[in-house]
């Protein structure tokens, strides 16, 4: 079965530091990988995916993500934090060879301080 | 992407009655999921709900407890029945679509039983 590990559980930054929250997953198939973020009182929102080809993508509000698949890893960056940047953070994935469920990882609370 | 809402947006139940809870898409949609956020945790899949079949339940869920109707490709509705404290948690309606299978999510429903 799938499953993800997010090793970050709560980070906290000044503005202008890099961020880069780790995303570890287990599965043997080709997978879909995501980020989401969840921003205070509003709902979930996509932040980037992979799918296929490059494996840096690149997401909204200058969040990229690498998919390493020797490592299982989609480690999310951003080289310069803002205090608007302060949400909770998800990776997930979804297996594409026999299981279409998105699984997603504990969350990462992000704070940055101004 | 698909519009998607969700009513009620929270309600406030008393222990032993069941809320339905319903998932409005602005596009046919084949797919249709329910996902759990109880406090402070990341999202849990309860069920995966395809038009004109009956749902499928994760490990955990059960159709008794949470009961799902799917009567058309832009609409489903998730019941929790018979709550206790413990269903107080957001409950979330997502959709797949695109050529990636790429999943949005709704605004949620913040449900707490008494």
């Known amino acids: 079965a799938q499953s993800v590990s997010q090793h970050n559980h709560h980070v906290i930054l000044s503005e202008a530091a890099s961020l880069e929250l780790g995303c570890n997953y287990s599965y043997g198939g080709t997978v879909n990988l995501f980020w989401y973020v969840q921003y205070p009182g509003q709902h979930l929102q996509l932040l980037l995916k992979?799918?296929?080809?490059?494996?840096l993508v690149k997401g909204i509000k200058g969040f990229e993500a690498e998919f390493i698949k020797s490592k299982f890893s989609f480690n999310l960056r951003k080289p310069s934090v803002q205090w608007s940047d302060t949400a909770e953070y998800f990776c997930a994935v979804k297996g594409m060879d026999s299981s279409y469920k998105l699984i997603f990882g504990s969350g990462t609370r992000l704070l940055v301080r101004p | 992407s698909a519009v998607i809402s969700q009513k009620p947006s929270r309600d406030i139940c008393q222990r032993g009655t069941s809320l339905t809870i319903q998932c409005q898409v602005d596009?046919?949609?084949?797919?249709m999921f329910w996902y759990r956020q109880q406090p402070g945790q990341s999202l849990t899949l309860i069920a995966t709900?395809?038009?004109?079949?009956?749902?499928?339940?994760e490990s955990g869920f059960v159709i008794d407890k949470f009961p799902i109707s799917r009567p058309n490709l832009t609409f489903s509705t998730l019941t929790v029945s018979n709550m206790s404290p413990e269903d107080s948690s957001i409950y979330l309606c997502?959709?797949?679509?695109?050529?990636?299978?790429?999943?949005?999510f709704g605004p949620g429903t913040r449900l707490t039983v008494l």
């Open positions: 997502s959709v797949e679509e695109g050529s990636y299978n790429e999943q949005f």
């Open positions: 709900a395809n038009q004109g079949s009956e749902a499928t339940y």
């Open positions: 992979y799918f296929s080809g490059d494996p």
């Open positions: 596009s046919q949609v084949t797919m």
